[in-house]
C-alpha cells in the first residue's frame, strides 16, 4: 500500500515539527511518529534551551563555553552557525506560541547550569520541553498542509538497494526514497514514497537500563541510516546525567535537572560532605560528564547505590516556584527536598554523536535529512554542553527545511519501489524472548559501555551481544513485523556500533572515558 508526500518527517519532538512547520508552506507535509504526536524526548526537557538575548552575555561566550565542555571535538563554524542563529530561533517559538518564564521587569528569567559562564538558558518553569512540545502540536494539528500519522513505525528507508541495486557504505549517489512504515494499529506496512525525507527520530537512551529517555528512545534512526548504508559519527560519545532521581522500581528514570546545581543546589555523600571540589575546581557546576564521573567514583568507592543532592539551604518558597515538578515528584515518593536531601545516581541521557550530516543538515544519502537527536552535526564534539541540544534540534531543522525546500523537485516519487515483502514469516510464538533479550541488551550496555570504559569490557560487551543478534536475526528472517522486535534488532545493532566506535577511539576523551587510556 502506497502513500506520497511532498516531505515525509520522521518523528514529532521538536525537530521533526519544526521542520514540518517550516516547510509545509511549499508542500504536502506528512508526520509519521510511532506514538502520539506529544510523545518525546522533547516533552521530558526540563531545564530548557541555551540562548544569547542581551548583554553583558554574548555569542563568543556561549560559543567559548560550547567548545571547552565540548573537549576539542566540536565543529567550530557549526559551533558559531548555531549559536549566532539562537535569537532568531527562540523568536520562531515565540510566534508558534511558547511560553518562556520572565522576570517582574519583563526581561527573560535566564537560568545557569553546568559548563555555562553566564545565565542563558530560558525555560519554563520546570517542564520547558512540555511546553515547546504542546505549543507545536497545537500549530501542526491545525496545519492544513500537514497530515500526522500516529502509531505508525518506521521499518526502513527506501533507497534504491530496494530496487535490487547493491550500495556501499561511503557511496555518494545512494537516495533516499521514503520510508517503510508500519501503521501499528493495523498492522499494515505502508510503502510512503517522498520527495525529502527528514530523520528526526530522536535518541537511544533505551539502550541502557537506566536512562532518563521515555520508552521510545530506541535508537531506530540510527540503526535504519545504518542499514540504508549512510554515515554515522561519534558513536561512543554517550552522556550520563549525573542526577537521576534515584528510586529503583522506576523506568524511565525521573531527572533532577541540572538548573537545580545551577539554583544552589549541592551534592554530598552519605555523611553529609560536598565532594566535587575534589574532582574540579567548578564543584557542582563542573560539564557533567566530569560530575557524572566523580559520582560514579564516589558510587564505586563507597559502595553506595546513590548519592545526593541538597537543596535544604535554598529559600523553600523559591526552590517550589522554580522547581515545582520536582517537588511534586519527590513529594510523591515521601521526599520533601526543602527538607531532606534528594536521592540521586547517573542514568543515560543524551546520544552526541549520530548520523552525520553537513552544516544543512544534510546526510550522506542525498534527499535524506536529519536533524535533533539522531544526527551528529559537530556542534557538541565530545560533550554537549546543557541545554544545548533543544537548539541544535530547531537550529538544524531549520537550516534543512531551506535545503529541501530547493532541493525536493531534483528528486521525484519513484512509483516503481516494491511494497514491503513479509512472505514467509508468521506471528512470534514467544514474545517473552524479545522482552527477556531486551533487557539482557540492556544490562550488557550498563555493564560494561557506561561512564567508565576499558578494552576488556567492551570485548566483553561485544561477545555478549553477539549471541543476542544471531537469535534475534533468525527470529526477524522468521516472524512478522511488530515494534518490539524492530526495536529490540535496532538497539541490538545500536550496541554494535557503540562498541565499534568505542574500541575504534583509543583514548580518553569527553565523555569516552577508558581506563586503558588516561593519560
Ligand atoms: C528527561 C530529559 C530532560 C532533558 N532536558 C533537556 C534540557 O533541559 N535542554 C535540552 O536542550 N535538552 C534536554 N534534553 C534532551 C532533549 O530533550 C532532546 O535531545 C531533544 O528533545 C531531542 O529532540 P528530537 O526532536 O531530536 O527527538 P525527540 O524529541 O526524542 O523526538 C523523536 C521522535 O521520533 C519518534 N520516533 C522514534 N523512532 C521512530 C520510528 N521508528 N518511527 C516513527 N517515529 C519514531 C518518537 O516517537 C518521537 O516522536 C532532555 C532529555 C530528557 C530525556
Not at 525537530?15 to 518525546?40: M, P, Q, R, Y
Not at 521587569?105 to 545557569?112: F, I, S, T
Not at 512540555?130 to 505549543?135: L, T, V
Not at 560539564?287 to 560514579?296: E, K, L, Q
Request: aromatic fraction near 8%.
Amino acid at each position: 500500500m502506497k502513500i506520497t508526500t511532498d516531505y515525509l518527517v520522521i518523528g514529532s519532538g521538536l525537530a521533526g515539527l519544526s521542520f514540518a512547520l517550516k516547510v509545509a508552506d511549499t508542500g504536502k507535509v506528512t508526520i509519521i511518529t510511532k506514538n502520539s504526536l506529544e510523545e518525546s524526548n522533547t516533552t521530558y526537557a526540563q531545564g530548557g534551551i541555551a540562548a544569547v538575548l542581551s548583554s553583558p552575555d554574548s555569542f563568543s561566550q556561549h560559543i567559548e563555553d560550547t567548545k571547552i565542555a565540548g573537549a576539542g571535538l566540536c565543529d567550530d563554524k557549526i559551533v558559531e552557525k548555531v549559536i549566532s542563529h539562537a535569537p532568531g530561533l527562540i523568536q520562531n517559538l515565540k510566534q508558534w506560541g511558547t511560553q518562556f518564564d520572565t522576570e517582574k521587569n519583563g526581561q527573560y528569567d535566564l537560568a545557569k547550569e553546568g559548563g555555562h559562564s553566564a545565565h542563558r538558558i530560558l525555560h519554563h518553569k520546570d517542564n520547558t520541553g512540555f511546553e515547546i512540545q504542546r505549543a507545536l502540536c497545537n500549530e501542526i494539528r491545525n496545519h492544513k498542509n500537514i497530515t500526522v500519522l500516529e502509531h505508525y513505525f518506521a521499518v526502513d528507508l527506501i533507497t534504491q538497494h530496494h530496487q535490487g541495486e547493491l550500495v556501499k557504505r561511503h557511496q555518494n549517489d545512494i537516495c533516499c526514497f521514503g520510508a517503510y512504515a508500519l501503521d501499528i494499529q493495523t498492522n499494515t506496512i505502508y510503502t510512503i514514497l517522498s520527495k525529502a525525507t527528514m530523520l528526526a527520530s530522536g535518541g537511544a537512551g533505551q539502550l541502557y537500563s537506566t536512562t532518563t529517555n521515555p520508552n521510545i528512545a530506541t535508537g531506530d534512526g540510527f540503526a535504519m541510516v545504518y542499514r540504508a548504508k549512510g554515515l554515522l559519527d561519534n558513536m561512543e560519545f554517550i552522556q550520563f546525567h549525573p542526577t537521576g532521581l534515584y528510586n529503583p522500581k522506576e523506568s524511565p528514570t525521573f531527572l533532577i535537572s541540572e538548573a537545580v546545581r545551577g539554583f544552589g543546589g549541592k551534592l554530598r555523600n552519605k555523611y553529609g560532605e560536598e565532594f566535587m571540589c575534589n574532582y574540579d575546581e567548578r564543584g557542582n557546576l563542573a560539564p557533567r560528564d566530569i560530575v557524572a564521573r566523580a559520582i560514579d567514583s564516589e558510587m564505586k568507592t563507597s559502595g553506595d547505590e546513590h548519592l545526593y543532592l541538597d537543596c535544604t539551604h535554598i529559600d523553600s518558597k523559591k526552590l517550589i516556584e522554580h522547581f515545582p515538578n520536582i517537588h511534586k515528584k519527590c513529594m510523591s515518593i515521601g521526599i520533601d527536598i526543602t527538607k531532606e536531601m534528594i536521592p540521586v545516581a547517573p542514568a543515560a541521557h543524551y546520544f552526541c554523536g549520530g548520523v552525520k550530516v553537513d552544516e544543512l543538515g544534510r546526510t550522506s544519502i542525498n534527499h535524506l535529512y536529519a536533524a535533533g537527536e539522531v544526527s551528529c552535526t559537530g556542534l557538541h564534539g565530545a560533550n554537549r554542553l546543557a541545554s544545548n541540544s533543544l537548539l541544535e534540534a530547531i537550529a538544524f531543522a531549520d537550516f534543512a527545511a531551506d535545503i529541501s525546500k530547493k532541493e525536493k523537485d531534483n528528486n521525484p516519487i519513484q512509483e516503481s519501489i516494491p511494497d514491503w515483502d513479509d512472505k514467509g514469516t508468521s506471528h512470534p510464538e514467544e514474545m517473552v524472548l524479545i522482552t527477556q533479550s531486551l533487557k539482557e541488551v540492556q544490562q550488557i550496555l550498563n555493564n560494561y559501555v557506561g561512564i567508565v570504559r576499558s578494552d576488556v569490557r567492551l570485548d566483553r560487551a561485544f561477545n555478549r551481544l553477539w549471541t543476542i543478534y544471531l537469535e534475534t536475526e533468525e527470529m526477524y528472517r522468521n516472524t512478522t513485523l511488530s515494534p518490539k522486535l524492530c526495536e529490540l534488532r535496532n538497539l541490538i545493532l545500536l550496541g554494535y556500533i557503540v562498541i565499534k566506535s568505542a574500541r575504534a577511539r583509543k583514548k580518553s576523551i569527553g565523555l569516552h572515558y577508558m581506563v586503558d587510556y588516561t593519560g
